[in-house]
């Protein structure tokens, strides 16, 4: 009897160590298959990064390069040619309106100058005293021809003779001839005097011409001739340019043109000169394009009180087109095409929401949304390639948390993989029961890892049994 009692114990200690045993093995084995069916999962899901519709203020830049050039440059000419006896200016200097730069010899002028100035004296000279002769003339021609009415009233009542008579008038008759005389004597040298006062006028024009002076204030930006040269009227000594404002001369397609205005204000970089810009404005625009380049110049006018500006710098003029104003804005990687039309996706629970959209301008890294989505919305910026109308996604590529968080959707529904591992190793707590009879208040978890715990918890008061028999 007892040794069937200790084989009967020694068979149900067998089969209970094998019940354990393949307890454990399928344990392990639906841990395995749980964690792999989790992998799978969380590999379906795309990791995206995400940014926010914005509202911004937007505009295109257009950049319209030139030189800087003088809003006056004149090519200083002499008005007279000879031979450079004297010069004040050099490259560089700043001048006023009305300053020598050159002087030619004048030694020929002065003297035709002295001379002519010297006939006008003698001529004047002459002119008094005919003036004055022909006065004296007056005063005899006033005498006779008292005299000859006297005598002609005396002949008329027979008092005088007709001697007497003809003798008035004779002397009469010649004292009218000398004055007609001294009249022409005083017109001659009256014409003697104009002419010699013309000569000196012109000798001083000459004499002026000499001279060559700057008509504008400015800087001398050439000079081309030196003392003892000679020069003549078509040549230019000097050229001064006037840098108080100058230009910039630049171009633009016939596709930009619309948007640039005559008095329209624009910055104007000059990297020669400083990192800040210069206030500019539009002044004059062609009407016409220029042949080469089908272009249509236009000229930018820049104040440069304090002389920076120098002619030939480059510049570039820096305009606003096309300006918005508070309008939604994405990054230009959210949008892609799909079928011909522009689409984005939008992060939401969890999912990506694809949204036809219509776009607008693109400034740089930026595009213009009118319509398909909403300030603050949240759009996909990576792997837009495979991306899919509601392909799930996480945002564990970068952004901020929030982003982040709304790329997710519901945590909670990314947390089944996780129970099912605990299911699992409350199972296996089960089958350690066996021994202990502790497995039914260990397992935790869910699903068919719960049921393998209490499976083992019963086979282990099942096994302690027969031992409370004895």
């Not at 204030?217 to 108080?244: Q, R």
């Amino acid at each position: 009897m007892l040794g069937h009692y200790v084989r009967w114990r020694h068979l149900r200690t067998k089969a209970a160590v094998l019940v354990l045993a393949l307890s454990v093995l399928a344990t392990t084995t639906a841990c395995g298959k749980t964690d792999s069916t989790t992998k799978s999962a969380e590999a379906q899901v795309s990791a995206v990064s995400t940014a926010p519709v914005t509202r911004e203020a937007l505009s295109v830049p257009l950049v319209v390069s030139g030189k800087i050039a003088p809003t006056q440059e004149i090519n200083v000419v002499p008005k007279s040619s000879g031979k450079v006896a004297y010069i004040n200016g050099e490259v560089g200097q700043a001048v006023a309106a009305g300053t020598l730069l050159l002087q030619l010899e004048n030694n020929d002028i002065l003297a035709k100058l002295d001379s002519a100035r010297a006939s006008l004296a003698a001529s004047q000279a002459n002119l008094d005293r005919a003036k004055l002769q022909l006065d004296k003339n007056q005063i005899q021609i006033n005498d006779a021809k008292r005299n000859l009415d006297r005598k002609k009233t005396l002949y008329d009542s027979g008092a005088t003779p007709l001697t007497d008579l003809e003798t008035a008038q004779t002397n009469y008759d010649s004292v009218q001839k000398d004055y007609d005389m001294n009249v022409a004597s005083v017109a001659s040298a009256q014409a003697a005097v104009e002419q010699n006062q013309a000569a000196i006028r012109q000798n001083e024009v000459d004499l002026e011409n000499t001279r060559v002076i700057t008509p504008i204030s400015g800087v001398i930006s050439a000079k081309n001739t030196d003392i003892g040269e000679f020069v003549s009227t078509s040549t230019a000594p000097f050229v001064v340019i006037d840098l108080h404002t100058v230009e910039v001369n630049g171009s633009v397609n016939e596709d930009d043109l619309k948007y640039i205005q005559k008095g329209m204000d624009v910055d104007v970089m000059v990297a020669a000169v400083s990192g800040q810009p210069f206030k500019g404005k539009v002044v004059r625009i062609s009407p016409a394009a220029d042949a080469k380049t089908k272009t249509y110049p236009i000229w930018i006018a820049i104040d440069n009180p304090d002389g920076q500006l120098k002619e030939g710098m480059f510049a570039e003029a820096h305009f606003q087109t096309q300006k918005r104003e508070n309008t939604l804005v994405v990054p230009t990687d959210a949008v892609v095409e799909r079928g011909g039309q522009k689409v984005v996706y939008v992060a939401e629970g969890g999912k990506a929401v694809e949204r036809k959209v219509t776009v607008g301008i693109t400034v740089e890294k930026k595009t213009e949304v009118l319509d398909g989505v909403k300030e603050g919305e949240l759009v996909i910026t990576s792997g837009l390639q495979t991306m899919r109308d509601g392909m799930p996604i996480r945002g564990d590529k970068g952004g901020n948390a929030e982003a982040d968080k709304a790329a997710n959707g519901d945590p909670a529904a990314q947390g089944n993989p996780s129970g099912r591992n605990k299911g699992g190793a409350g199972g296996g707590q089960g089958a350690q029961g066996n021994r202990s009879g502790q497995g039914d208040s260990n397992a935790s978890g869910d699903g068919n890892a719960a049921g393998q715990g209490k499976q083992g918890s019963s086979d282990g008061q099942g096994a302690g049994k027969p031992q409370q028999q004895q």
